[in-house]
C-alpha cells in the first residue's frame, strides 16, 4: 500500500522540479531571445529598406501599438520619402512564411527578406538556400524590381521562377507579397508614378 503513494509523490516532485527549472531557466533566456529578434529584425530591415545607410526607417503604428508599416525616408530629419516596408504572411506546404518587403514610392520591390518558415528541408525550404559562388539567396533576389503586376510565379505564367518541387512554397511568398502590397496600396491612398498593368 505505501508503494502507491510513493508513486504518484515521486512522480509529482519530479514535476514540479522539472517546471521550476524550465521557468528558471526562460526568465535568463527570454531577455536574450529577444534581444536577438530585435537585433534580426533592425538587419532585415536594412537589408530591404530603399532609404540607404543615412536613412531613417520610421514605424507606422495600428490602433493596439503594433506596427502596421514602415516609411523609409532619404534623410534622418524624415523630409524625403523614399519607400515603405511591410510584411507578408503565405501559407506554404508545410508552414507560414513570413516575408519583411521594401519597396519604393512608386510600388516597385526594392528587395525582400524571408524572416520565418518552417517549409520542408530540401524543397520549400530553398526560399532561404544561397546558393554555391553567390552571397544572396537566389530566390529573393529576382523579386527586386518587379511591379505588381509582375508578382506572379512561372508556373501561373509570371516572372518569378519557382522552385522546382516546390511550388506551394513560391506561391505563397510571391502571392503573399501581392496581396500585402495590394493592401498597402490602400493604406497609402496609392502609390506615385504608377505603371498601368500589362494587360
Given at each position: 500500500?505505501?508503494q ?26 527570454k ?16 537589408n ?70 518552417l ?39 509570371g ?8 511550388t ?32
Amino acid at each position: 500500500m505505501n508503494q502507491l503513494w510513493k508513486l504518484p509523490f515521486i512522480l509529482m516532485f519530479t514535476t514540479l522540479i522539472a517546471a521550476a527549472a524550465l521557468a528558471l531557466v526562460n526568465n535568463k533566456t527570454k531577455p536574450v531571445i529577444e534581444q536577438h529578434k530585435k537585433e534580426a529584425l533592425l538587419l532585415a530591415l536594412n537589408n530591404v529598406s530603399p532609404a540607404g545607410e543615412k536613412g531613417k526607417i520610421e514605424p507606422v503604428l495600428k490602433p493596439d501599438g503594433k506596427v502596421d508599416y514602415y516609411k523609409c525616408y532619404a534623410e534622418s530629419d524624415s523630409t524625403k520619402l523614399v519607400g515603405y516596408i511591410f510584411t507578408a504572411f503565405g501559407v506554404g506546404y508545410s508552414s507560414t512564411v513570413e516575408t519583411l518587403v521594401g519597396v519604393d514610392t512608386a510600388g516597385t520591390v526594392f528587395g525582400i527578406n524571408i524572416l520565418s518558415q518552417l517549409e520542408t528541408p530540401g524543397l520549400g525550404a530553398k526560399v532561404t538556400e544561397i546558393k554555391y559562388g553567390d552571397t544572396k539567396p537566389w530566390f529573393q533576389t529576382q523579386f527586386s524590381g518587379k511591379k505588381m503586376n509582375q508578382l506572379t510565379v512561372d508556373k501561373d505564367g509570371g516572372t518569378i521562377e519557382s522552385i522546382t518541387g516546390a511550388t506551394i512554397s513560391s506561391r505563397a511568398v510571391t502571392n503573399s507579397i501581392y496581396k500585402a502590397l495590394e493592401d498597402l496600396e490602400k493604406k497609402i491612398g496609392g502609390f506615385q508614378n504608377k505603371v498601368k498593368p500589362v494587360i
